[in-house]
C-alpha cells in the first residue's frame, strides 16, 4: 500500500510527541472520543497510526488491556518505542498490512492520519485493512481536522492555509505549532469522501460530530471547530 508519504524527520517526531491534548485544539475531538468510547476494559485495541503514541496511551487511559499500535514512520515509531518501554502497547512499523490475524480486535481508533493519505483509494485500502482486524460489531472511531476547519483557519495548534478555494485530494501544508513548529504535507478530504470509503469498506456510519468549546483562551476554535469525530461500526 505504500503511497507518496509525508516523512517525519527525527525533530519532527520529537516536536510531535511534545504536543499533547489538554490544551490544544486536539482536546475537543478526543474528549468526544472518550465519550463515545467509554469504558474499554478488557478489550483489545487497534490505534492506526500512532505517530509517537499519544493516541496508543489514551486508549489505555481508557482502560484498554492491550493496544496493536501500528504506523510507517520509522522515526515516529521510533520515538514511541523509546517513550512508552514498558506500557501495554505493542509497536509495529508497517507499510499497508496490519500484523494481526482477521477478526480478533474489539475495536480501532485512528487520530488525524488519513489526511496524509494522497488518493481515496488509499483511505478506502487502509480501511478495508483496519475492518479485517475487527470483530463483527465493533467499533472504529477515527479523528480528522473539520473540512470547514482547513480554509484558512487559525487554531492554537496548527495554522491551514489561506486557500477557500480546495476541493477532494488537494495538497495542503498544516503548520504544527509545537515548540519547534513544522509544516505537514497533508491533503484535503471532505465528510462525504470519509463517508463514502467507510462504507465500501464495510462500516456503518453512526455519527459525525464537530466538537468545539464555547468560551476559553481559543482562537478560531471558537469560530470553526477544529475536529471532526466519525464513529462506525464494523457491519
Ligand atoms: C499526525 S500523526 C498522528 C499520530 C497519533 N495518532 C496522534 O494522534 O498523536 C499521523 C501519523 O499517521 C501515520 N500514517 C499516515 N499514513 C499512514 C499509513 N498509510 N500507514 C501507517 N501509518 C500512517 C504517520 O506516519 C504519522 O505518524
Not at 493496544?67 to 520509522?74: E, L
Request: negative net charge; proline residues 5%; aromatic residues 12%.
Amino acid at each position: 500500500m505504500a503511497g507518496n508519504h509525508f516523512h517525519y524527520s527525527k525533530k519532527n517526531a520529537i516536536a510531535y510527541q511534545t504536543l499533547g491534548i489538554d490544551g490544544t485544539s486536539y482536546e475537543f475531538p478526543y474528549r468526544e472520543a472518550e465519550r463515545i468510547l467509554g469504558d474499554l476494559k478488557g478489550q483489545k485495541w487497534l490505534d492506526f497510526g500512532c505517530g509517537t503514541g499519544r493516541s496508543s496511551t489514551f486508549l489505555l487511559q481508557l482502560n484498554a488491556k492491550d493496544v496493536t499500535a501500528v504506523d510507517h514512520d520509522q522515526n515516529m515509531i521510533g520515538q514511541a518505542v523509546s517513550i512508552h518501554a514498558g506500557q501495554s502497547i505493542t509497536f509495529h512499523l508497517i507499510e499497508g498490512t496490519i500484523p494481526v490475524p482477521d477478526a480478533t480486535l474489539d475495536g480501532a481508533f485512528s487520530s488525524y492520519v488519513f489526511m496524509e493519505m494522497d488518493s481515496l483509494d488509499l483511505i478506502g485500502r487502509t480501511m478495508k485493512e483496519i475492518a479485517r482486524t475487527l470483530k463483527p460489531g465493533s467499533r472504529f472511531v477515527s479523528l480528522m481536522h473539520n473540512p470547514a476547519a482547513c480554509l484558512g483557519h487559525d487554531y492554537v495548534s496548527y495554522t491551514f492555509p489561506d486557500n477557500k478555494s480546495l476541493k477532494s485530494g488537494d495538497p495542503m501544508g498544516v503548520t504544527i505549532k509545537s515548540l519547534d513548529p513544522f509544516v505537514i504535507s497533508d491533503y484535503f478530504w471532505t465528510e462525504e469522501d470519509y463517508q463514502q470509503v467507510l462504507t465500501a469498506a464495510g462500516f456503518e456510519v453512526r455519527s459525525v460530530t464537530f466538537p468545539r468549546p464555547t468560551s476559553g483562551t481559543w482562537i478560531d476554535e471558537l469560530i470553526v471547530p477544529p475536529g471532526m469525530v466519525i464513529y462506525a461500526r464494523k457491519k
